[in-house]
């Protein structure tokens, strides 16, 4: 029993340390973010540098094998480490593994950049090869990063801390594009080039090899600078008291961290209680788990979908000019322009209105909302879509499209990292975690590898290179809409954790009165039998 050790954690006053834990665990999902959504920036530019064909009308573009693989190989990795980390997370401790996952996150960053060889097919491989390792690294921090943060927050501002947590994405994803808008400035300046229209093979300076390299290698610096910082957080005491049983430790540790002396509960032996997948699993938190799973997996279709090819959308309606009228690096620019656009006047701001509301409003409302609007604004681009493709109307359709941005992240994609860790036992916190997460990146990869088929032209000889015919973007927004139809649904299956302790959402209160009176059971019998005897 550790009640005074959890009650001390639940009413604790905010204070630097949960500061301290926001950036450690935020810098994480800054790298994450980086990390994942920088290929969107520099995949043209692959396409120029290594599927150049002579005499060709537009520039060089990855075939839809390799663009399929360097885009959705690091899914693949998350899911596989979500996963497994968060397994490993219940099974040796949130701290020991913590390390393990931004370790793998340095490495694989620079091994990203350095892809051994000069043929497409060696650069390639060795390019998804790391990729795949980043993205098992970042699929550990989704489960340990959201568990951590939420055994160390007081009950009434968890919510915001987790989010705080989840909205570094937000900044990760701004960094990349302006970290790429400067590298594609800097390189244009000394290594000017003509568009590819005037001369193909010089619109493609040889140092535009460095660039892309650059950008993926640069994601491992914020990663490296919180390692030290990482190896410094104790345990959590939720962990240490609930499942390594070390209440004494969990006391210490939350008496030196809050600074308040915590008096450790005699240990009392604990029955064996019911475990993951159990009937009684099942019937406590079955549809707990249904819920948050698919929620997150149709949330990740529409999201990741939306920001991988957003640069596809944003060429269709005309707001990057044409490939051919550009240079390699012009063309970096100008995706990197746009995506930061987009982060900077959608995605960031809707991440942070979670962070300030979440405790207020409460996630189940701010879910729904999210998912209702990113619903009617799909379809609000999709349904006229031949009007916003007239160059005069493209300002309307960027507005309504970062409105999309806005409610997933003031919505559910903040929503979906926050409740699962707020609503299982501390047994299998990490595990459901992780099981969630890891089924938004299946949802990811049939966004990602999906919409990169469907959103082809109807007419297959406008369609690109490699590609059969799709059913158009406009089809394929309206699909969008209805996937977010069914997470709205979904949503009902999730209970609300606002201003509730995490022992009190996970049932764990109740398991110990059950126990506490299974003890008592006994000797009041006892005492029955002896006043009969007497």
């Not at 540790?253 to 915590?262: E, G, H, T």
């Not at 987009?342 to 999210?370: E, H, K, N």
């Not at 499209?401 to 707020?422: D, I, K, Q, R, W």
Request: aromatic residues 14%.
């Amino acid at each position: 029993m550790a009640k005074e050790v959890l009650n001390a954690l639940d009413v604790a006053k905010t204070q630097w340390y949960h500061f301290t834990a926001i950036i450690i665990a935020g810098m994480g999902f800054f790298t994450d973010a980086y990390d994942l959504f920088c290929i969107s920036l520099v995949t043209k530019l692959l396409g120029r540098i290594y599927y150049h064909v002579d005499g060709a009308a537009k520039p060089g573009t990855l075939p839809p094998n390799v663009s399929a693989a360097v885009n959705g190989v690091a899914f693949i990795g998350t899911l596989s480490g979500q996963l497994f980390f968060g397994w490993l997370g219940d099974k040796m401790g949130r701290k020991k593994v913590y390390g393990m996952t931004l370790l793998i996150m340095v490495l694989c960053s620079v091994g990203s950049g350095l892809s051994f060889g000069h043929t497409p097919e060696s650069v390639m491989t060795t390019l998804c090869f790391f990729r795949f390792c980043l993205g098992f690294g970042i699929g550990g921090d989704y489960p340990l990063s959201a568990t951590i943060m939420s055994e160390y927050s007081n009950k009434k501002t968890r919510g915001a801390f987790i989010a705080a947590v989840f909205a570094m994405q937000g900044f990760g994803i701004l960094a990349g594009g302006i970290f790429a808008i400067m590298i594609a400035a800097i390189f244009k300046a000394y290594f000017d080039s003509p568009s590819y229209a005037v001369d193909p093979i010089r619109s493609t300076v040889p140092q535009a090899d460095f660039v892309w390299r650059i950008i993926v290698m640069v994601g491992a610096l914020p990663a490296a600078l919180t390692y030290y910082w990482r190896m410094k957080m104790p345990e959590t005491a939720r962990y240490t008291a609930l499942v390594a049983k070390n209440t004494a430790q969990a006391a210490a540790d939350m008496s030196k961290v809050l600074q308040v002396d915590i008096q450790a509960e005699p240990e009392i032996e604990e029955k064996k209680k019911y475990g993951l997948f159990s009937q009684e699993f099942l019937s406590r938190h079955g549809l707990h788990l249904l819920g948050t799973t698919t929620t997150w997996f149709l949330l990740d279709i529409a999201f990741y979908s939306q920001n991988l090819f957003q640069k596809d959308i944003f060429s269709a309606v005309g707001w990057i000019p044409p490939a051919q009228t550009m240079n390699a690096l012009d063309e970096v620019y100008k995706i990197a322009r746009a995506q930061t656009l987009i982060a900077l006047c959608s995605t960031v701001p809707g991440y942070w209105c979670t962070v300030i509301l979440i405790d207020r409003i409460g996630r189940f409302t701010i879910q729904l909302m999210g998912f209702f609007f990113m619903t009617v604004f799909m379809f609000a681009l999709a349904i006229p879509y031949d009007y916003w493709t007239h160059k005069e109307n493209r300002i309307g359709f960027v507005v309504l499209y970062s409105l999309t941005f806005f409610f997933a992240n003031f919505g559910p994609n903040a929503t979906t990292f926050v409740v699962p860790a707020e609503i299982f036992p501390a047994r299998f916190r990490s595990t459901c975690h992780g099981i969630s997460s890891a089924a938004g990146k299946l949802g990811a990869i049939v966004g990602a590898f999906g919409f990169l088929y469907l959103a082809q032209n109807k007419d297959k000889s406008k369609a690109d290179a490699g590609y059969p015919a799709g059913i158009g973007v406009q089809n394929s927004l309206i699909v969008l809409g209805v996937v977010n139809i069914l997470g709205f649904g979904f949503t009902f299956l999730v209970p609300e954790a606002n201003g509730k302790s995490l022992e009190e959402m996970s049932g764990e209160n109740e398991e110990d009165e059950v126990e506490v009176n299974e003890e008592l059971e006994p000797s009041h019998s006892n005492n029955q039998r002896t006043e009969s005897l007497v």
